[in-house]
């Protein structure tokens, strides 16, 4: 393990430590997951935008008590009945947007993360009538979570997008069990966590799909494990303690390279293989107390996009290793990705 300027934070990157270090939340904590300079730029920011990014600490960053109080609430609308119901109105979805696809398009921005997104919006029981309202608001509050530059534009647009949000999911009548700032709060997590990790997993399947996806369930898992939407995330050191031998000070930070340990090879290979048994099981949605909410929604989602593209025919216009990923620390998917309608044989 060793430390990285660059981002401030030791980098654990072997599958037993990780696993070590998430099964500990007490001495490892969550606050700063997204990584410490996240809270520098907030300290130095004016009073009023220090407590629009606050709400982005919810869920995610909380810990103990207050992690399992927030987390049991918003578990109501991730249950596997509620997932299961959800899965034939992603399938139409799909079906709409695939049958729509009648020339060349980025799959990225053009199929995956507005299919992610509406999902979301479902999730959040936002009306049809308010879809557009929603998306423009809460785009550029992923412009700066998963944008690969944090411009001044960039942070005014969020700014703006999230003092909309604010407005609006204020009166929300999702989560009423918490108190107003919290529902408000875990909506916000609920769209930076599951939008574009999705959208990067959904990316990443049609990429790799000429590997071979059968079963789906097994391929699934497979590219992410090997792809990693999420790439990782950070943890601060709550006593002093040592990971894998390195001593860590009280207040020091880690990162938790989870698409690391997913190949490491004293546990993993590199090959995508979908028959590979699901133990011991992969890092792609965390371990421990954090693990992914909505791990279950991503993976129906998943499933039903390959089967759907695999049905309905759709071929990259350039070679798979063309491909310019985004150049982000924590979301790890194409940046673009172009395809189009496969020609039918005959
Ligand atoms: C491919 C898609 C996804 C990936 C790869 C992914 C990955 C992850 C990972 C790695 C964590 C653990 C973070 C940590 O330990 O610090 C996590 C947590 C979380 N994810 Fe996901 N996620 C995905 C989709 C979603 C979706 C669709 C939702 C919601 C609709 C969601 C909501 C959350 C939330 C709320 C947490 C925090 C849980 C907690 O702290 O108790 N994720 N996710």
């Known amino acids: 393990?060793?430390?990285?300027?660059?981002?401030?934070?030791?980098?654990?990157?072997?599958?037993?430590?990780?696993?070590?270090?998430?099964?500990?939340?007490?001495?490892?904590?969550?606050?700063?997951?997204?990584?410490?300079?996240?809270?520098?730029?907030?300290?130095?920011?004016?009073?009023?935008?220090?407590?629009?990014?606050?709400?982005?600490?919810?869920?995610?960053?909380?810990?103990?008590?207050?992690?399992?109080?927030?987390?049991?609430?918003?578990?109501?609308?991730?249950?596997?009945?509620?997932?299961?119901?959800?899965?034939?109105?992603?399938?139409?979805?799909?079906?709409?947007?695939?049958a729509e696809l009648d020339h060349e398009i980025d799959f990225v921005s053009g199929f995956a993360a507005p299919l992610a997104l509406s999902v979301i919006a479902d999730v959040l029981e936002v009306p049809d009538a308010d879809r557009e309202l929603f998306r423009s608001f809460v785009q550029p509050v992923l412009d700066l979570t998963n944008g690969e530059e944090v411009t001044p534009e960039?942070?005014?647009?969020?700014?703006?997008?999230?003092t909309e949000f604010a407005a609006y999911f204020g009166r929300t009548q999702l989560f009423t069990e918490l108190p107003e700032r919290d529902r408000l709060a875990l909506c916000l997590a609920l769209v930076v966590a599951g939008t574009d990790s999705t959208t990067n997993l959904l990316s990443s399947l049609v990429l790799r799909l000429g590997e071979g996806a059968a079963p789906v369930e097994g391929f699934v898992e497979e590219v992410i494990r090997l792809e990693s939407p999420f790439r990782g995330f950070f943890r601060t050191a709550t006593t002093d303690t040592a990971v894998g031998g390195v001593r860590v000070a009280e207040g020091?930070?880690?990162?938790?390279?989870?698409?690391?340990?997913?190949?490491?090879?004293?546990?993993?290979?590199?090959?995508?293989?979908?028959?590979?048994?699901?133990?011991?099981?992969?890092?792609?949605?965390?371990?421990?107390?954090?693990?992914?909410?909505?791990?279950?929604?991503?993976?129906?989602e998943a499933r039903v996009v390959v089967e759907e593209v695999l049905g309905h025919g759709v071929e990259l216009v350039d070679a798979a290793a063309a491909v310019r990923y985004r150049r982000h620390l924590i979301s790890h998917g194409p940046a673009e990705l172009m395809v189009r309608p496969a020609k039918r044989p005959g």
């Open 252 to 300: 020091e930070h880690l990162f938790l390279d989870f698409a690391a340990g997913n190949r490491d090879t004293s546990v993993f290979d590199e090959v995508l293989d979908p028959q590979r048994p699901p133990v011991p099981p992969h890092l792609g949605f965390g371990y421990g107390t954090h693990y992914c909410l909505g791990a279950q929604l991503a993976r129906t």
């Open 154 to 162: 960039v942070l005014g647009a969020y700014f703006a997008g999230m």
């Open 1 to 98: 393990m060793e430390f990285e300027p660059t981002i401030g934070a030791y980098v654990v990157s072997r599958y037993d430590h990780l696993r070590s270090v998430l099964g500990a939340p007490e001495t490892f904590s969550s606050r700063h997951m997204a990584g410490p300079q996240l809270a520098a730029l907030a300290a130095s920011l004016p009073l009023e935008q220090q407590r629009l990014l606050a709400l982005m600490s919810s869920l995610n960053s909380a810990d103990g008590f207050d992690h399992t109080r927030i987390r049991r609430v918003a578990n109501q609308k991730f249950t596997p009945m509620v997932v299961r119901r959800m899965a034939e109105g992603i399938r139409a979805k799909v079906r709409k947007a695939l």
